[in-house]
């Protein structure tokens, strides 16, 4: 089993991440967590598990405009195209995607978990032989030094599918797309969006009948109990997500169904029955706003594929040089 370092230093470095950030998290108001933690095996999983259910339209949304609009995607991209993908999710999409392009030269996924990142680097290479997999296990939220690009090779082209982008704030969302700008110069980005839609149908995707994203939300407490020794009482926690119509965002939290304490390291967290701890903001565009935003962030929004409901759209921004 791990130790875990002590983790009460504000500087923050000698710390566990997760026990750091969760200890800050639970001692501010409102209490809060970044969704980034979700993702141990076995929240990687129940994620998986999502994005199979019948009420979470966006993975099989965005699949669709893939495979529909493959051609035209192919043809923005162009030929010999360095992919870099900014955490490698499932591979379905970066194989379609890969499969549209015409002589991709480079994939570079960057992941957190190093583990995931290399199971699936090592399935890519054999699906794709003659590709060049340069997989980078790093945090994409900050810089990363890219492999320098090839003579002879096309554009260097971002992949950031699944509306990950809605997870940030929209100040930290520009931030982050024009440090992408930035990385991507003279090539481009294509990005998938989550669209602003009848609440009705947000709502459902994020309180599925089988309980999937509940146990996805709850997963962090078990995490915390596994891996930082923490004591919470997990089914005394409900999973609570709605949407915020004018933030424009699914948000999820987890409330506390009674008057309860949780121990963490050495301190004693106090919880009235309704007090809640925000785990996740999944932030919905519109076609417009999205491109705006980008707009700010250096990109030149080029061409935008959606659903026929519009519950989706993947754009393809330009970088300039
Ligand atoms: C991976 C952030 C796009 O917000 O829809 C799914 C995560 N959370 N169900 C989303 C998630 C609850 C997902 N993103």
Request: charged fraction near 20%; include cysteine.
């Amino acid at each position: 089993m791990n130790t875990v370092p002590l983790f009460q230093t504000s500087s923050g470095d000698e710390c566990d991440e997760f026990a750091c950030e969760l200890t800050q998290g639970l001692r501010s108001k409102p209490r809060q967590v970044s969704p980034k933690f979700f993702y141990d095996a076995a929240g990687s999983a129940l994620f998986d598990r999502i994005c199979e259910l019948p009420e979470y339209y966006p993975t099989r949304t965005e699949i669709g405009i893939l495979n529909e609009h493959a051609n035209d995607i192919a043809a923005s991209i162009g030929p010999k195209a360095e992919i870099v993908e900014f955490g490698a999710g499932s591979s379905r999409k970066i194989r379609l995607l890969l499969d549209a392009l015409y002589r991709p030269q480079r994939f570079v996924p960057i992941d957190i978990s190093g583990e995931h990142l290399h199971a699936s680097a090592d399935a890519l290479r054999e699906a794709y032989p003659a590709l060049e997999i340069r997989p980078v296990v790093a945090d994409f939220t900050r810089p990363v030094a890219l492999p320098p690009r090839m003579p002879g090779h096309g554009a260097r082209v971002g992949f950031f599918p699944g509306s990950s982008i809605g997870n940030f704030d929209p100040h930290e969302a520009r931030r982050f797309l024009r440090q992408l700008a930035n990385q991507l110069r003279g090539g481009g980005l294509l990005i998938g969006t989550d669209l602003v839609k009848d609440p009705a149908i947000l709502h459902a995707a994020y309180n599925d009948a089988a309980g999937v994203t509940a146990a996805f939300n709850r997963n962090l407490l078990v995490r915390a109990n596994r891996e930082l020794g923490a004591d919470f009482e997990v089914n005394d926690f409900a999973h609570y997500a709605f949407y915020n119509a004018p933030l424009q965002r699914i948000e999820m939290h987890l409330i506390s169904r009674c008057d309860q304490h949780v121990h963490l390291g050495d301190e004693t967290f106090h919880f009235a029955e309704g007090d809640s701890i925000h785990t996740e903001n999944s932030h919905k565009f519109t076609v417009e706003g999205f491109h705006a935003m980008a707009i700010e962030a250096g990109f030149r929004p080029s061409a935008s594929w959606c659903d026929a409901q519009r519950w989706f759209c993947l754009h393809w921004l330009e970088a300039p040089p």
